[in-house]
Nanobody, 123 residues
Framework: VQLVESGGGLVQAGGSLRLSCAAP????????MGWFRQAPRQEREFVAA????????YYADSVKGRFTISGDNAENTVYLQMDSLKPEDTAVYYC?????????????????WGQGTQVTVSS
């Protein structure tokens, strides 16, 4: 699955950024699409997911109320609007087109990942 990510960058705490990810030709309708992130020396963690079929959205507790995921089903594109950014949001953000949920966690079913985009929040 080809993934085209954009957005990210350097912003001061309290600022906003918007990420986008397109997956042309994606046929993984039974899975959500969204984002994970990985900070230095930490494991990759779930951030947000969108189910195109019914519009359901899911968020990690750490970003609820600050991040908003949206998407365009026809274009297989998701967006992540990140507001009120904190230094602890600094990470490489990875798009995932195959998000599933099980055993109390979100995960990438087939390990399809974008190239990642760096988000750096300065204090």
């Amino acid at each position: 699955v080809q993934l085209v990510e954009s957005g990210g960058g350097l912003v001061q705490a309290g600022g906003s950024l918007r990420l986008s990810c397109a997956a042309p030709g994606r046929t993984l309708e039974s899975y959500a699409m969204g984002w994970f992130r990985q900070a230095p020396r930490q494991e990759r963690e779930f951030v947000a997911a969108l189910v195109f079929s019914n519009g359901s959205t899911y968020y990690a507790d750490s970003v609820k109320g600050r991040f908003t995921i949206s998407g365009d089903n026809a274009e297989n594109t998701v967006y992540l609007q990140m507001d009120s950014l904190k230094p602890e949001d600094t990470a490489v953000y990875y798009c995932a087109p195959d998000i599933a949920y099980g055993a109390g966690t979100y995960y990438s079913e087939f390990d399809y990942w974008g190239q990642g985009t760096q988000v750096t929040v300065s204090s």
